[in-house]
């Protein structure tokens, strides 16, 4: 059985820093690349960022580069996902995805690409 727990959420003010982790069992870790996404209340869960199975490449949305941070520690099952200089806008659940594919060679952004999820970590920000 595939289980992704996220945790690491919380409520901050504007400009502070979160660190979120994601531990994942019942799959090869190592194998499969990971992602976070994000869902505000009313919208469409959007891409934050990914990490390549390998480690080796990462990638960022738009509205998350220079600030956020994904890595990964495969001797612990667990991705993190460090925020910096947090804005209301980033108030969200955030989402940890593990990939459907083993050894995808180019890590993809699309939602539908990952195949297991957690359960989600609230992050709110306020002004």
């Known amino acids: 059985q595939v289980q992704l727990v996220e945790s690491g959420g919380g409520l901050v003010q504007a400009g502070a820093s979160l660190r979120l982790s994601c531990i994942v069992s019942?799959?090869?870790?190592?194998?499969?690349?990971m992602s976070w996404f994000r869902q505000a209340q009313g919208k469409e869960r959007e891409f934050v960022a990914a990490?390549?199975?390998?480690?080796?490449?990462?990638y960022y949305g738009d509205s998350v580069k220079e600030r956020f941070t994904i890595s990964r520690d495969n001797a612990k099952n667990t991705v993190y996902l460090q925020m910096n200089s947090l804005k209301s806008e980033d108030t969200a659940v955030y989402y940890c995805?593990?990939?459907?594919?083993?050894?995808?060679?180019?890590?993809?952004?699309?939602?539908?690409?990952?195949?297991?999820w957690g359960q989600g970590t609230q992050v709110t920000v306020s002004s």
């Open positions: 990490i390549r199975w390998s480690g080796d490449a990462t």
């Open positions: 019942g799959r090869p870790f190592d194998q499969f690349a």
């Open positions: 995805g593990l990939d459907r594919q083993r050894r995808r060679s180019v890590t993809s952004t699309s939602r539908s690409a990952y195949q297991y």
